[in-house]
């Protein structure tokens, strides 16, 4: 008998244990704008509105200077193990689940690698950017993954010397954009 309730015993504490593995939560790393650079474009990355990142389940974190840099990454690394994804949420810049987030494409608002996505934690606030900004389109996380990610090449152009592209790949230097449509 003393054996069963010790079997009993140890059983539960096993199961206990893997309950609080399962149990962990992925956080999103803050963003060191002097070391950070973003793992698609090799741009330096600006802790702002734009700034996303996943998280593998090897506990690795990949910075983005842009969503569509972060969904091209996602794209031609789709063997590899993502345990999340962070966006920011454009008012406020706080992370969100990338999952839980409200997206908006509209071809005027400048990203920084012009893939003229912005997300939003909040539906609403994404729908009142929509509103007050002809020419948006409100998506959610799934509508995001089927989204067609082009570059506005004119865009890019425009925004000057600062993201251009040496001839190895790599940035010459980092970029310090502006955000252009503060308020909404």
């Known amino acids: 008998m003393k054996k069963k309730l010790f079997s009993f015993l140890v059983l539960i504490g096993v199961l206990s244990m893997l309950a609080a593995c399962g149990d962990k939560e992925v956080q999103p790393v803050a963003i060191n ?7 698609t474009c090799n741009m330096a990355v600006v802790d702002n509105q734009y700034a996303t990142q996943v998280i593998l389940e090897n506990g690795k974190s990949l910075i983005f200077d842009d969503l569509g840099c972060m969904y091209e990454w996602m794209s031609e690394n789709a063997d590899q193990k993502i345990d999340a994804e962070f966006v920011r949420d454009y008012d406020n810049k706080e992370w969100v689940p990338a999952d839980d987030a ?39 996380a799934d509508e995001l993954a089927k989204h067609s990610w082009t570059q506005n090449h004119e865009m890019m152009q425009n925004m000057g010397e600062g993201h251009s592209h040496s001839e190895d790949g790599t940035e010459e230097s980092g970029h310090d954009m502006e955000q252009e449509n503060t308020n909404h």
Do not use: R, W
């Open 33 to 39: 704008e002097e070391t950070d650079t973003c793992a």
């Open 102 to 140: 409200a997206y908006v494409y509209n071809q005027s608002v400048k990203t920084p690698m012009a893939y003229n996505v912005i997300s939003f934690e909040q539906k609403a606030d994404a729908e009142k950017f929509v509103a007050n900004h002809a020419g948006s389109t409100l998506m959610t």
